[in-house]
């Protein structure tokens, strides 16, 4: 038995898609939110949104809130609590930061489950391709004052998306370096569509944010 690292975002979901490819018995999400503010860490996505998607998915969500200070320790302790289930290991979703890759690992070798990271070292620009080329529909949630404004929150992740990152000097194209985050709203691992039905941008402490108040689950067609 397998779990994913679960954000909604393009990157988790892309490495779900993947290790499922590979014969990977996926049975949770695994979600952290903050404890103070009740949305999903990095991210910013209400909480009650990630369970919307899981159920789209049709994969169980296990959300757990995490202090500041004890994001590790919670991490962890989830985990260990599926071992007895037969837990095996984690997928990430993690592309080329390489402390990434070796936090991730260290914890997982810790708790005594593998590590499993089905899109690292795979070039941004093909991340993206594999991504859109199966399918999948995305829109972005976060973005970075220095790279975007209030109303490019909602964007839809298109290839028209991946030529303006092109033209931003230092942007990375998957937002690796937290330049943008991503909600994914329909794609071939979705049963139902999720439909954003209100939003509106919101900057907080400078950062941009897609505050998204409501949604429903959409018959595909």
């Known amino acids: 038995m397998y779990v994913v690292s679960w954000s909604g975002g393009k990157d988790s979901c892309l490495a779900l898609h993947k290790a499922r490819q590979l014969g990977y018995e996926v049975s949770y999400l695994v979600n952290f939110i903050s404890e103070t503010h009740q949305r999903v860490r990095f991210h ?95 829109r972005i949630i976060s973005g970075r004052p220095d790279y975007f404004s209030g109303q490019q929150m909602g964007w839809k992740l298109n290839r028209a998306f991946v030529e303006w990152c092109r033209l931003r000097a230092g942007l990375d194209i998957c937002g690796e370096n937290g330049e943008y985050h991503t909600v994914v709203v329909d794609g071939p691992l979705f049963r139902q569509r999720l439909e954003i039905t209100e939003s509106r941008p919101a900057n907080v402490n400078g950062h941009w944010f897609l505050d998204i108040e409501s949604w429903e689950l959409m018959v595909k067609a």
């Open 44 to 138: 910013g996505s209400p909480k009650d949104l990630l369970k919307a998607q899981a159920e789209a998915i049709g994969i169980p969500l296990l959300q757990r809130p995490t202090p500041d200070d004890a994001y590790e320790q919670v991490f962890k302790q989830t985990l260990r609590d599926l071992l007895p289930e037969g837990l095996e290991g984690m997928v990430f979703g993690d592309i080329h930061l390489e402390d990434g890759l070796q936090w991730c690992r260290r914890v997982c070798a810790e708790v005594g489950i593998e590590a499993v990271h089905p899109i690292f070292g795979t070039a941004p620009a093909q991340v993206m391709e594999d991504f859109l080329s199966a399918g999948f529909e995305a």
